[in-house]
């Protein structure tokens, strides 16, 4: 079983900044991939970035592309989300998610942390 903790979450206002990070109790041979997503109140949970543990190849929504950046240290078997320019729309609990395929969809994700609430405030 692998476990997922997010943290970094807080309060900032738009145009700030803030750095997530989601630390895995270690990391299993099929999960290849890294993800995070976000729920805001209301509304379902969506995608937001993504890469395999390569790095090679990463994958963003088009809401967060040229302001969020998404990065891993394997040593550490953890996986960043840097967040700068944020807006009061990204707003939500923020999960970060271990999965197979590089992919947007929530289902492809084998293991999930237990979130981490991001607040922007206008």
């Known amino acids: 079983q692998v476990q997922l903790v997010e943290s970094g979450g807080g309060l900032v206002q738009a145009g700030g900044s803030l750095r997530l990070s989601c630390a895995a109790s270690r990391r299993t041979l099929s999960s290849n991939v890294m993800g995070w997503f976000r729920q805001a109140p209301g509304k379902e949970r969506e995608f937001v970035a993504a890469?395999?543990?390569?790095?090679?190849?990463?994958y963003y929504a088009d809401s967060v592309k040229g302001r969020f950046a998404i990065a891993r240290d394997n040593a550490k078997n953890t996986v960043y989300l840097q967040m700068n320019s944020l807006k009061p729309e990204d707003t939500a609990v923020y999960y970060c998610?271990?999965?197979?395929?590089?992919?947007?969809?929530?289902?492809?994700?084998?293991?999930w942390g237990q979130g981490t609430q991001v607040a922007v405030s206008s």
């Open positions: 890469l395999t543990w390569s790095g090679s190849t990463k």
């Open positions: 998610a271990a999965g197979q395929r590089l992919t947007n969809t929530l289902r492809a994700y084998d293991y």
